[in-house]
């Protein structure tokens, strides 16, 4: 699995820990709070993991992160061949 560069916060690390406040804030699945929440409850998203009993700091690991972007990445790929496609006939 590829490390993919985002920005100010370098590649994702598929081990490494990424809080929720750094994943939108940096929109590592491509979301602002509003619609992660809204993916989430739909459960297009898992849920992230807590790190403590009290529940307040949460996150997703770097392979959970690096695999939803995978197939968002995909997912664009194929609709930009089909538009292709369409536009060829």
């Known amino acids: 699995m590829s490390k993919l560069f985002t920005g100010l916060i370098g590649p ?43 529940g307040k700091a949460v996150g997703w690991y770097g392979k959970y992160l690096l695999e939803k972007q995978a197939e968002r990445e995909a997912a664009a790929e194929r609709k930009a061949a089909q538009r292709s496609v369409a536009e060829d006939a």
């Open 12 to 54: 994702l690390h598929p081990n490494s820990f990424y809080r929720r406040s750094v994943v939108v804030r940096h929109r590592l699945l491509g979301y602002g709070s509003s619609q992660l929440a809204e993916k989430i409850k739909a459960g297009e998203i898992k849920p992230p993991i807590a790190l403590s009993e009290s």
